[in-house]
């Protein structure tokens, strides 16, 4: 279990349409999409345990109150949090899923924040060995690298959480 982005191209839904493609393409894609040593640009993935980045930095995916430290609160085509307020509103109507994806705008705000709490990260993991230390070091670049990405090119992030 674990948050999963993926940043979508073509500012569509992230997963292909698998039924034209060989077995062999298909398992090429997850090996370069999926899998964690490829350290693919389109995806980034926080599990839910002890490894989870955004705990580390008094963060969370999604909160109930909201707030800087949601990642709920940077979604929406105006990086305005949608996600928090639909979730209070939600009436059973279907529902515009450009509305739940990370927007460059968005991108930008939640990149500011994970800036600011950085020390955070550091005083959290200071006391770990070095290796855990490099790790999530590593996986903060690779966070920001991911966003930043995204946001350059003008694309959004599918946030499976």
């Known amino acids: 279990m674990g948050a ?6 073509r500012n569509v839904e992230p997963y292909p349409d698998y039924s ?3 077995r062999e393409q298909i398992d090429q894609y997850y090996e370069e999409v999926y899998e964690p040593e490829t350290q693919h640009p389109k995806y980034f993935r926080d599990s839910y345990n002890s490894s989870n980045l955004l705990h580390k930095m008094d963060m ?3 909160c109930s109150h909201g707030g800087p430290e949601c990642l709920s609160s940077y979604v929406g085509p105006n990086g305005d949090g ?3 307020i639909f979730k209070e509103v ?3 109507e279907e529902t515009n899923y450009e509305d739940f994806r990370l927007h460059p705008v968005g991108m930008e705000r939640l990149e500011k924040e994970l800036v600011r709490r950085a020390e955070l990260l550091f005083f959290s993991v200071k ?8 790790y999530f070091i590593e996986k903060f670049e690779r966070l920001l690298d991911f966003l930043r990405l995204a946001r350059e090119s003008g694309l959004t992030i599918e946030c499976s959480v």
């Open 20 to 22: 034209t493609w060989t």
């Open 4 to 9: 999963d982005l993926y940043r979508s191209d």
């Open 127 to 134: 006391d770990e060995d070095d290796e855990t230390k490099k």
């Open 60 to 62: 969370g995916y999604w």
């Open 82 to 84: 949608i996600m928090d």
């Open 90 to 92: 939600y009436n059973g």
